[in-house]
């Protein structure tokens, strides 16, 4: 099946002018003080609680009027919007992501999810990988990290994991992709107050970083952290640790013990070990 570009306009176009002029519509749907006029055909193809509401013996199957509660009107309008276009709306922060990735789930549309998942994974996953290919060199991976990341990006990841970790839903999938960029800027966004408040606030999300951490010090890498500074090098001793602009902690697992151990580097040492 061969498919064009122009020909995906069209029908995204199509299904947004249907959905905003309401032409030919057969039906209702309202949330809070927003009303839609829709097509049933489009509704009840694509999505089996809108089939259930309008062609089962419900009060909506005979009126056509369907009022949905306890959901935000923006994230119905965004939701009806992708049924009708195959599209993800655009421009959407973060904590809008999620809250729609939430609303998908409770109206059974897997498409919607799927599609807010890859955004979610391109988001946290590519871009702490990026990150995380500077690890050795700490100011060019905070250079790095203020190309990608703006700070309203930051605001908005940790609105995120508020939302991943106390509203209810099948939040698994993007508390992965959340936890494992955590994981891979650690050194940078560990440094932010706001990042310090969310461990206090959401201690599961603590207990899954301090997790993740001891698991890639098991399988032999380094997790980048920054903590409180060390006395002296963990090299020479000198307790000239911190002469060096790029010098770093780092946490690592000590075998025998199994626990953690807070190392770092001077200057002398940093660069012999750069080297």
């Known amino acids: 099946m061969i498919r064009t570009t122009a020909g995906a306009e069209m029908v995204r176009k199509t299904g947004e002018d249907l959905l905003e002029s309401g032409l030919f519509s057969d039906a209702e749907v309202s949330a809070g003080d927003k009303v ?31 009022k949905i509660r306890n959901q935000d009107p923006d994230n119905v309008y965004r939701l009806l919007k992708f049924l009708y276009t195959g599209h993800l709306p655009r421009q959407l922060k973060l904590s809008q992501l999620l809250e729609l990735y939430n609303a998908a789930d409770y109206f059974g549309i897997d498409s919607l999810q799927t599609d807010i998942l890859a955004n979610l994974k391109t988001k946290f996953l590519q871009q702490g990988r990026d990150i995380w290919r500077y690890r050795n060199d700490p100011n060019a991976a905070l250079r790095r990290m203020r190309q990608n990341w703006t700070d309203d990006d930051l605001k908005q990841s940790f609105s995120a994991a508020r939302i991943v970790y106390t509203q209810p839903g099948n939040f698994e999938m993007p508390r992965k992709y959340f936890a494992k960029f955590l994981q891979t800027t650690y050194a940078i966004v560990g440094r932010d107050i706001r990042f310090i408040d969310a461990l206090k606030e959401l201690p599961e999300l603590a207990v899954v970083i301090v997790e993740l951490m001891m698991d890639a010090s098991n399988q032999g890498a380094k997790s980048m952290v920054s903590l409180e500074q060390p006395e002296k090098c963990d090299n020479c001793l000198s307790k000239d640790i911190w002469a ?19 190392r770092g580097l001077c200057d002398r040492c940093y660069k012999i070990d750069k080297n």
């Open 36 to 66: 839609w006029r829709v097509h049933t055909a489009i509704l009840c193809s694509r999505s089996d609680y809108f089939k259930k509401a309008f062609t089962g013996r419900f009060k909506e199957g005979q009126t056509g009027k369907l």
């Open 244 to 262: 060096h602009p790029c010098a770093q902690t780092w946490v690592s697992t000590d075998n025998a013990s199994r626990k953690l151990m807070v």
